[in-house]
């Protein structure tokens, strides 16, 4: 089992900043990519930004050039450092990871929970 949990959320000013963590915890043996997604009310869930276990680093467009995204390997937690934020970020944000677990050689990908992010003045 693997088990991803969020904190950091909250709610915040246009323009303000936020940072969200993730970690990741259970059997498991290495992880691969990991993402923040968020979905708003009545939207799709979009992809706003990964980072491979290289730290190669990818961005939505929405959100480049405002976010971070941080990785710590050997603790099993990315971060998402958000500044600058518009009432458009609001949306629940949740952390993806794949995985390898012990014992197996195949990956799966694990959501966490999400947490909410409510921009507004």
């Known amino acids: 089992q693997v088990q991803l949990v969020e904190s950091g959320g909250g709610l915040v000013q246009p323009g303000g900043s936020l940072r969200l963590s993730c970690a990741a915890s259970?059997?498991?043996?290495?992880?691969?990519?990991m993402d923040w997604y968020r979905q708003a009310p009545g939207q799709q869930r979009e992809l706003v930004a990964s980072i491979t276990s290289d730290g190669e680093k990818y961005y939505a467009g929405s959100v480049k050039g405002r976010f971070t995204i941080s990785r710590d390997n050997a603790k099993n937690t990315v971060d998402l450092q958000m500044n600058s934020l518009k009432p458009e970020d609001t949306a629940v944000y949740y952390c993806y990871a794949t995985v390898q677990a012990m014992g197996v050689t195949t990956w799966d990908g694990y959501w966490g929970q999400g947490t909410q992010v409510t921009v507004s003045s």
């Open positions: 259970g059997n498991i043996f290495s992880i691969s990519i």
